[in-house]
């Protein structure tokens, strides 16, 4: 029997991320040049971000407490 491999995970490329987040792709640009925003692996000159790393950014990124108001 053959076995399958699992499917593998989701890369988003700056402009999917910027288009996800309704941002410009010039602000994921400068979101990696701080380190600010998601985790994010190159891929020959290429950024690419890992849809579960962006996830868990993005939950990262909700406000809580009296300053959320």
């Known amino acids: 029997m053959k076995t ?6 989701v890369h988003l490329s700056v ?4 288009d996800r ?3 410009k792709e010039q602000t994921i640009y400068a979101w990696n040049h701080k380190r600010s925003g ?3 692996m190159k ?5 690419r971000y890992r849809l579960s790393d ?3 950014w993005e ?3 909700y406000a809580s407490g ?3 108001v």
């Open 54 to 56: 962006v996830v868990a």
């Open 38 to 40: 998601p985790r994010f």
């Open 43 to 47: 891929i020959g000159r290429l950024p």
């Open 21 to 23: 987040l309704g941002v």
């Open 66 to 68: 009296p300053e959320a």
């Open 15 to 18: 402009q999917q991320l910027a």
């Open 59 to 61: 939950n990262s990124r």
């Open 4 to 9: 399958r491999n699992p499917p593998a995970e």
